[in-house]
């Protein structure tokens, strides 16, 4: 069976990981820990733990049990109180680092509740933060940085940490690396800072594909083309550059677009053929654009279908 890994965090990476479970490859996916906003950022402070918001939303895309357990843990308590807008698996994760010891444990733990098919591993067991610098301005926290990341010059973390022997194995036995989509300062590019991951990727025979964004992200990457994701991603990878780059081909009717734009200044993100080309970067190009309740979104069993077919050539 083929080895997939996988770097990223939120909404994007869920969607594609929900695909890539319906077909038979050994997916292992690494997820940012440096969350500070919501939920999240309130657990993280207030437990002195890593953000754990990031992991449940994979867990439970990557689940295999009824949708009742899927909605408990999906449930967000909405009365006033110390409990207001945590979500139930957050606080479950909460619970089991303290259980079971570490993130990873716990981590590991709950994808036996939700007979998860692969793995789902942190990349950090510290609770770390996210600091973008332009020129002498700091830009600390997650959050600061998703909002001025057109500003920012380069990311580092608040301080140096080691990643796992655990996914540095898993790189090294990777038949195909993905950057997933996802915010690209904040979801993305966390991996891609850590010198342990960086190195591992050099040395790495595997190809590196990214999965091009939908829509652009306010603050962090408005105009963007493809070919722009590609070059910052490259900027922050070692010697070893982005490979491949599966790319939506499809558009999205008017009205869908035009609320995204008015409502949260977003738009899709253009395909430059020509900037992908000179890059020297293989496209894959499709329509893997699904509209779910008014959202953009990545078709999940088209692109995690995309994935696999270039995975067995």
């Not at 500003?151 to 940490?161: E, G, K, M």
């Not at 300062?185 to 850590?194: D, E, F, K, M, V």
């Not at 964004?213 to 306010?218: G, I």
């Not at 894959?284 to 509209?291: C, G, M, N, S």
Request: proline letters at 3%; a negative charge; aromatic letters at 6%.
């Amino acid at each position: 069976m083929k080895k997939v890994i996988v770097f990223g965090g939120g909404t994007g990476l869920s969607c594609l990981l929900s695909g890539l479970k319906l077909f038979p490859v050994d997916v292992t996916a690494v997820i940012t820990v440096s969350d500070d906003g919501s939920s999240t950022g309130v657990l993280k402070e207030e437990l002195d733990i890593p953000a754990v918001g990031d992991l449940g939303k994979v867990l439970l895309s990557m689940a295999n049990v009824d949708d009742d357990f899927i909605d408990l843990l999906s449930y967000r308590f909405e009365k006033g109180g110390s409990l207001y807008n945590h979500p139930v698996r957050n606080i479950m994760l909460a619970a089991l680092i303290d259980l079971k010891g570490d993130l990873t444990e716990a981590t590991k733990y709950m994808s036996k509740l939700l007979k998860v098919k692969g793995s789902v591993l942190p990349l950090t067991e510290e609770k770390v933060e996210l600091i973008g610098y332009s020129g002498d301005k700091e830009y600390y926290g997650e959050v600061e940085v998703g909002k001025n990341a057109q500003n920012i010059d380069f990311l580092i973390y608040d301080h140096q940490f080691s990643v796992s022997s655990e996914i540095i194995g898993k790189i090294q036995d990777a038949d195909l690396i993905i950057l997933s989509p996802g915010s690209l300062y904040t979801s993305i590019l966390p991996h891609l800072i850590a010198p342990d991951i960086r190195k591992a990727l050099d040395k790495s025979r595997a190809p590196i594909m990214y999965i091009s964004n939908l829509v652009t992200q306010p603050g962090e990457t408005d105009g963007y083309t493809v070919g722009n994701h590609i070059k910052v991603l490259n900027r922050y990878l070692g010697e070893h550059r982005v490979d491949v780059v599966l790319a939506n081909t499809g558009s999205v009717r008017l009205e869908v677009t035009d609320v995204y734009k008015t409502k949260e200044n977003k738009s899709v993100v253009d395909l430059d053929r020509d900037t992908v080309d000179r890059l020297g970067v293989e496209l894959l190009a499709d329509d893997v654009i699904k509209i779910d309740h008014g959202s953009i979104r990545h078709d999940e069993l088209k692109t995690a279908y995309m994935v696999f077919s270039y995975l067995m050539r």
